[in-house]
């Protein structure tokens, strides 16, 4: 995930994807994107615009790969959307979609959209706190929400595995939203919390407002 840089004050050396949780700026993504971070910028894919925002780690777990971020450049970003609806509750077979940004140096910074299914219901080397899907994702996808198609939070895209040196095609694990919700739980940011399911079609244009793409100096 390391890139060269041209200008260590505009580019950036790796990346990743995140998932906007409210209009307090809290951004959720995985830990390992933002690990050793000196500098961390972020940009919203929001109805065309691409607005770029400094922010800062305020809560991470190692174990469960998850870190929160937030946006501290108040002065710009204005941002009326309701705190993201989190599911708790998988089942083997049911419908998952992501958001992220995939090899952005040879794919562009725009936001990707990718469908697939949970294939099982525990991680690698069987974690509970993990699930598996068969979304198609690469490198820059880290970090990435997780959405049921009704657009609720089930997690966040975490890794991908190799055997013998190849990738293991439609393989993802996904980080669960109850790690996300017991860091939440840590910080004063509990509205972020809502766990009454959304049981409408999501909203693309919605989805795609809360869609951040990572970038680490």
């Known amino acids: 995930r390391k890139y060269r840089e041209i200008n260590p004050m505009v580019d950036w050396e790796s990346c990743g994807s995140g998932v906007l949780l409210g209009g307090d700026g809290i951004i959720a993504t995985n830990h390992h994107v933002i690990d050793g971070a000196n500098k961390i910028r972020v940009k919203i894919a929001d109805s065309g615009s691409f607005m770029e925002y400094e922010a800062t780690l305020i809560a991470q ?65 069987n974690r509970k706190n993990y699930f598996q899907t068969d979304l198609p994702v690469w490198y820059g996808n880290s970090g990435g929400p997780c959405f049921d198609k009704n657009g609720n939070l089930m997690g966040l895209v975490s890794e991908i595995r190799f055997d013998r040196g190849q990738k293991l095609e439609n393989v993802c694990f996904v980080t669960s939203v109850s790690n996300l919700v017991s860091l939440i739980q840590t910080t004063k940011y509990n509205h972020n919390i809502t766990l009454n399911n959304r049981t409408e079609k999501a909203n693309m244009t919605d989805l795609i407002s809360r869609s951040v793409f990572i970038k680490v100096n």
């Open 61 to 125: 777990d190692i174990e469960s790969d998850i870190a929160l971020l937030r946006i501290i450049d108040t002065t710009n970003f204005v941002k009326n959307i309701k705190a993201i609806p989190l599911k708790i509750d998988i089942s083997m077979g049911q419908e998952v979609m992501t958001l992220g940004y995939p090899i952005p140096d040879k794919m562009g910074e725009n936001v990707k959209f990718n469908k697939g299914y949970v294939s099982a219901l525990t991680g690698n080397d």
